[in-house]
């Protein structure tokens, strides 16, 4: 258990990379550092995927390119309904970057989805999202009506909904990826040769990807409710 209480630590711990002494000394967290390295290969891979695009005779590179683009905003676009159609590309983007930050571990960087930082900073992007989905659609004095529904006597609990949301989802994301972690370690030491494999599959991989997904879906669920 010590060992297990190590390696939790280990993986709590999110050290700073490098200062940047031009904005007061300010450290750069390792998990800020790795989302950079996702961010700069998925942009070199979009450029790579999007090199060459043809209208007639196109290449299988494309023909692949546009079938997963299409399948994704179509993914993304029957969770949230017609009315949030212009969010999607946004959704579409976080569920990459998630999936891809998830499984990032396999490579052996640490996934930044274990830093309590990034998946807060997720949710909260996503609550403001929400939040002025609802604004832009209703209007801010309708909007604001809105928290008196059904009866005025509920607006607190209405208006507290909207600090609840962004920590269900950024605990919902950091506890199962954590969680993931903790199970592994501790089939590890139980069965330390062959068994932690297809458990490592699931978790790093399927597990990972399951996470993406229910992040999206929640958040397109909460702007469908806001224009709706």
Do not use: H
């Not at 949230?80 to 499984?103: C, D, H, M, T």
């Not at 209007?139 to 604001?144: D, S, Y």
């Amino acid at each position: 258990m010590e060992k297990l209480a190590a390696n939790l630590l280990e993986e709590l711990t999110c050290e700073t990379v490098f200062t940047i002494p031009v904005l007061g000394g300010i450290g750069v967290a390792e998990s800020t550092v790795i989302t950079w390295v996702i961010m700069a290969l998925l942009v070199l891979l979009s450029l790579w995927l999007t090199r060459d695009l043809k209208v007639n005779q196109i290449s299988k590179r494309q023909a692949a390119v546009e079938a997963l683009v299409t399948w994704l905003n179509g993914f993304v676009e029957d969770m949230i309904g017609e009315e949030g159609k212009e969010y999607v590309p946004y959704l579409v983007s976080v569920l990459i970057y998630i999936a891809v930050a998830n499984v990032i571990g396999l490579i052996g960087l640490k996934p930044p989805t274990k830093d309590l930082n990034v998946t807060v900073a997720l949710a909260v992007m996503s609550i403001v999202l929400i939040e002025a989905s609802g604004i832009r659609k209703k209007g801010l004095k309708k909007w604001a009506k809105g928290f008196a529904e059904p009866v005025a006597i509920i607006a607190p609990i209405n208006v507290l909904e909207i600090f609840i949301r962004p920590l269900s989802l950024c605990m919902r994301l950091f506890g199962n990826v954590l969680g993931a972690f903790v199970i592994m370690e501790l089939i590890k030491q139980l069965v330390p040769v062959g068994l932690p494999l297809p458990f490592s599959f699931y978790f790093d991989i399927f597990d990972g990807l399951i996470q993406a997904y229910v992040f999206v879906f929640l958040t397109s669920l909460f702007i469908k409710e806001a224009v709706e």
